[in-house]
């Protein structure tokens, strides 16, 4: 009955921005922390940033600080990853995941949402 669903991927040219968002149903947004993880061709899935469950803490992977801006709003059970400046390695499918707090470790989300794809190529 929990459920994650991301929107808001697609195809962009290098350079651009897209906002992904997370919606969750089944359960209230404001008790977890939001992780964004990514998986792209050949690849494992990464972790690329992680939001408190009251947006006081974040945390981004080293390959998207500056670049990326995690964010979420309670109220409409809905959180969101700003992804700008984007380059064509940041192609990947990307998950968002739920935690009681912000983990490195990928297997302690126990709820996730089934992607979307972004691809960005000129």
């Known amino acids: 009955q929990l459920q994650l669903v991301e929107s808001g991927g697609g195809l962009v040219q290098p350079g651009g921005s897209l906002r992904l968002s997370c919606a969750a149903s089944?359960?209230?947004?404001?008790?977890?922390?939001i992780g964004w993880f990514r998986q792209a061709p050949g690849k494992e899935r990464e972790g690329v940033s992680c939001?408190?469950?009251?947006?006081?803490?974040?945390y981004y992977a080293d390959s998207v600080k500056g670049r990326f801006t995690i964010s979420r709003d309670n109220a409409k059970n809905t959180a969101y990853l700003h992804l700008n400046s984007l380059k064509p390695e940041d192609t990947a499918v990307y998950y968002c995941a739920a935690h009681p707090y912000c983990s490195e470790r990928k297997d302690d989300f126990g709820s996730w949402g089934p992607g979307t794809q972004v691809t960005v190529s000129s």
């Open positions: 939001i408190s469950s009251a947006g006081g803490s974040t």
């Open positions: 089944g359960f209230t947004l404001d008790d977890y922390a």
